[in-house]
């Protein structure tokens, strides 16, 4: 019998006042995960500020320590002490992949030109697409017994001369962390819309790399590898996608004028702020600057009228999880705004069920999730976020927006994500009742 007394008590949200102040997000794991490990091949301690809180961010470091780099944490400040290019240790314990999740794919990239075997457990299944990527240097995975498994790298690793053919961005970054290691002058050949985010952190920890726009739209990245890297600081700017929750809410809440500090805006990142500006939203980039190959800014962003708009199948793939950020702002927009891609799929169904219940006139078809917003929302519905911390968050945004309150259920994958989420939105002026009392 399950003890009820023990489950999560649901969020409610609220009617917010004004949103005004300043807001932070965490640090964008997807940048501080290959910022992690182009700093442990440095010679020297680097130092990593902002970096969130993550399970598979510490599974990584624990990996990583059991290779010899010394890592010390301090809430977001972490120091690296590097061992150099070439440079990790054989573990003497099985390396654990099973909390590392997209990350383990990276981690064997690291290990892929080091003439050494490291023992794995098979915990996590790296894609198979990255194996093969990296069985092309030499380096394999040679099943074992008992989950276990033994990561054999390339004993004389070439350069990757051949403009090799990159269509997934973690395969890339595999490649690139590999080619990093390796005597000689590597070229791989990726689609302009792949993160560049390895090419960034390469280029800014010293690396001989140079990236150029081929006619075919594609990129071509030229890395000499076997080369010192040098340690650096490097503050890990806000993630893009929670940011965009407190864009929403600025943008919805009537009089409100909020600033969302140090976010992300590499232009391969800004799918739904770029979005938001179309549908007009006003969104201004201030104390613009440039960290380690990046773009970084302050967002102000006021209340607004907005409009809806038609996003393509490609344009919402590129969009990922910023859809349902993207959904709360089109339910109080003026008109129809269609998202492809999302018909048939988890995501897609979650949403428009959410938004009926709250009374948005939401529906698939065609392939589509049609939104036809009214710029108010009637809300007084209950959701389910399904573990998902996107839409917890989004419902929790739309609930300030509403009318009537918008009660989240299981909203415990919030802080996992974004600890304090709930806490900030508070300060700047959201409302949520069901803390009363906590």
Do not use: Y
Not at 113 to 129: I, K, L, N
Not at 265 to 283: C, F, K, Q, S, Y
Request: glycine share 14%; charged share 15%.
């Amino acid at each position: 019998m399950t003890d009820k007394s023990q489950s999560p008590a649901p969020l409610t949200a609220h009617g917010a006042d004004p949103l005004t102040g300043r807001f932070a997000v965490p640090g964008d794991s997807v940048l501080a995960a290959r910022a992690l490990l182009v700093a442990a091949l440095t010679v020297g301690p680097s130092t990593l500020m902002g970096m969130p809180e993550s399970g598979a961010l510490a599974a990584l470091a624990e990996a990583l320590e059991a290779l010899g780099v010394v890592i010390g944490r301090d809430g977001g400040r972490w120091t690296v002490r590097g061992l150099g290019v070439g440079g990790l240790l054989a573990p003497t314990a099985p390396l654990a992949l099973g909390g590392l999740g997209p990350m383990a794919g990276l981690l064997l990239g690291a290990l892929a030109s080091q003439d050494m075997d490291c023992a794995v457990t098979q915990g996590a299944d790296v894609p198979d697409a990255v194996l093969t990527a990296l069985g092309r240097i030499g380096a394999v995975l040679v099943p074992g017994a008992d989950g276990a498994a033994i990561w054999r790298g390339a004993m004389l690793p070439l350069p990757i001369t051949t403009d090799f053919e990159v269509a997934d961005e973690l395969v890339l970054s595999a490649l690139l962390l590999a080619a990093a290691q390796m005597p000689g002058l590597s070229q791989l050949r990726a689609p302009a819309t792949l993160l560049n985010h390895t090419e960034n952190l390469l280029a800014g920890f010293g690396a001989e790399i140079s990236v150029s726009e081929e006619a075919d739209g594609s990129r071509l990245i030229r890395l000499r590898g076997a080369q010192e890297l040098a340690p650096k600081i490097v503050t890990i700017a806000g993630d893009p996608t929670l940011a965009g929750f407190g864009l929403v809410a600025g943008l919805i809440v009537p009089g409100s004028e909020l600033v969302v500090e140090g976010v992300l805006v590499n232009p391969l990142r800004t799918g739904l702020i770029d979005a938001l500006l179309e549908m007009g939203g006003d969104i201004a980039f201030t104390n613009q600057r440039e960290v380690m190959g990046e773009h970084v800014a302050d967002l102000r962003v006021r209340s607004s009228f907005l409009r809806g708009l038609a996003v393509d199948a490609e344009r919402a793939r590129l969009l990922g999880d910023d859809v349902v950020a993207l959904a709360m702002a089109a339910s109080f927009a003026e008109g129809d705004t269609t998202i492809a891609g999302l018909d048939g799929t988890a995501l897609g169904t979650a949403l428009a069920a959410g938004l009926t219940a709250n009374r948005v006139k939401a529906r698939l078809e065609g392939g589509r999730l049609v939104i036809s917003g009214e710029r108010k929302v009637p809300g007084g519905g209950a959701v389910s976020s399904q573990g998902d911390a996107a839409l917890a968050m989004g419902f929790a945004v739309l609930g300030l927006g509403s009318k009537n309150k918008v009660v989240i259920e299981d909203v415990t994958a919030i802080d996992r994500q974004f600890p304090g989420f709930v806490q900030a939105m508070a300060a700047l002026g959201g409302h949520f009742p069901s803390l009363k009392g906590r």
